[in-house]
């Protein structure tokens, strides 16, 4: 006998109907999983084997082969159990039902017969619809995500009994209701983290802010406890909020990755990623056995990824971000297949002048050598500082600074000012389906970055000064472009100029000065 049920893989980012096809025929009892199942697909077997006999049903002493088509797709996790249990259980009779092609199923099945969550619902419950299926069955710690779809019925289920009585009809289940658009607007709450709790750091602030307002990568250089760690934890609340757009995409990201907790289906704000500098190449980028992960590049995405200790990175890992830097995404080929995870990140980045941390410190003696500042600084390669658009220094703070109250600006009115300046922008770049200053290409710089006489004097003379490489010579106009855009200015002028310069000024002291 034979029977089917649908189900899906993901690649990348989006997802992919798999039809889990089941036969039985006579011969000694064995189960045969083909179609490329890796291994935790192959280990289902012993898992619906239980799942059934615990849950009443009769698992059949028969020759079963399945396949999971296309068969040149790579299928991976556990979410393949409830469609194969269901397929299985409809080519011996003991679940009639017409209705098992009409849903997309997904769910891990316990020994017990227990249905429990698994990653990627998302992305497959948007593929569910795009492909004009009825509805998705699925765990119902899944349910909230599944229903972020709009236009596609959601049926959770707790048990493997409660599946195959939904499906036969015996048992009504109510389609799952979840008020996205409120869920939403109610998890946009206030941040814990303000700007107005950091003293001092007043330059440091305004480099944060540009680049908020621009979307700007930032490196910021300073001894330990200078406040590096503290500025860069409250980038995102100078960020202006998720668009719904940004936080569905950002969702399927964590739901692919795992890491979508259930009680929180919906990611509402901008992620901040911060990993260790032992993180590995397959860790930053993604990677991993099988079917490609996103990787911490990917988990950043639409917000921020901070890189503390920016030397003690393994070199490998830092040129890696060289492609996604530019290209706001990263392709991972291997040799199946090649996919793509989206990386539009801000990266803020931390480091000591030196690797005691007090070179240039008027309070603390340094102890390196000539030597090892040279060593330490040269972790870094000049391709990858090019790519870094705001260098700013964190000196110590004074006595005074660290005794008085804080005075500066709270995050809510800052983020005023970048909101403001990324409305001009997106007005200005919509039609190239930009949003950010930084985004922009050498035609989007040729058209909007008009300076006056003046303007273009400084920077002509700044050329000979710095000896600007031409990447870096574009990163210089769109700082100004942003700067302009958060005074409200049309056109770019000297002190716009003169602003954008000052925050190349510190990259000196990672090429020899001091």
Known sequence: MFAKALSGAVVGIEARLVEVQCDLSPGLPAFTLVGLPEKEVQESRERIRSAIKNSGYEFPARRITVNLAPADLK??????????????????GQLASDRLEDFLILGELSLDGEVRAVRGVLPMALAARDAGLKGV???????????????????????????IEFLSGER????YVFDREGYFREQQEAWDLDMNEIRGQEQAKRALEVAAAGGHNVLMIGPPGSGKSMLARRLPTILPPLSFEEALEVTKVYSIAGLLPPERPLITR???????????????????????????????HCGVLFLDELPEFDRQVLETLRQPLEERRITLSRAALTV?????????????????????????????????????????????????????????????????????????????????????????????????????????????????QEAQRLLEAAIERFHLSARAYNRVLKVARTIADLDGAETIEPAHVAEALQYRSSLEILEGGD
């Open 340 to 452: 793509t995870f989206p990386a539009n990140f801000t990266l803020v980045a931390a480091m000591n002048p030196c690797p005691c941390g007090h070179l240039g410190d008027p309070k603390k003696r340094c102890r390196c050598s000539p030597h090892d500042v040279q060593r330490y600084r040269k972790r870094i390669s000049g391709p990858f500082l090019d790519r870094i658009d705001l260098f700013v220094e964190v000196p110590r703070l004074s006595k005074e600074e660290l005794m008085g109250k804080p005075t500066g600006e709270p995050s809510a009115a800052i983020r005023r000012r970048v909101e403001a300046a990324r409305a001009r922008q997106r007005a200005r770049l919509a039609p190239r389906g930009l949003f950010t200053n930084a985004e922009m290409g050498v035609r989007e710089i040729r058209e909007h970055c008009r300076l006056t």
């Open 270 to 300: 901008r992620p901040f990623r911060a990993p260790h500098h032992t993180v590995s190449y397959a860790g930053m980028v993604g990677g991993g056995h099988g079917v490609p992960k996103p990787g911490e590049i990917s988990l950043a």
């Open 137 to 163: 069955v699925v765990p119902e710690g899944n349910a909230g995500e599944a229903a972020i779809v709009e236009g596609l019925d959601v049926f959770a289920v707790g048990t493997l009994k409660e599946a």
């Open 172 to 175: 009504p289940v109510k389609p």
């Open 75 to 92: 299928k991976e996790g556990a979410g393949l159990d409830l469609p194969l249990a269901l397929a299985l259980l409809k080519a011996t």
